[in-house]
């Protein structure tokens, strides 16, 4: 889930598998990208294949891509649920 209702500015969240010291944003090519509109929620699911083995890391900033380093200018509760 992504909360993004707080923020008049869409919010890209960025998924790493690596563990979060091995994660410089704006440079290590995320492992995923989604988008959620300014003042919206969503509810994301990966599809089979899309598989976290080593860690999660999130970052949510305003611009997708690999390069996008500007944090959201209010808080976007990200909430994974893992289910096998």
Not at 32 to 40: D, E, N
Not at 46 to 74: D, L, R, Y
């Amino acid at each position: 889930y992504i909360d993004n209702r707080n923020n008049t500015a869409d919010c890209y969240v960025k998924f790493w598998d690596v563990v979060i010291g091995s994660v410089t944003v704006g440079t290590t090519a995320p492992d995923a990208v989604i988008w959620c509109p300014a003042g919206k929620q969503r509810q994301i699911f990966f599809v089979e294949g899309m598989k976290f083995s080593t860690a999660i890391t999130v970052a949510c900033v305003t611009t997708g891509g690999t390069g996008g380093t500007t944090g959201m200018p209010e808080d976007v509760p990200v909430e994974i649920v893992y289910g096998s």
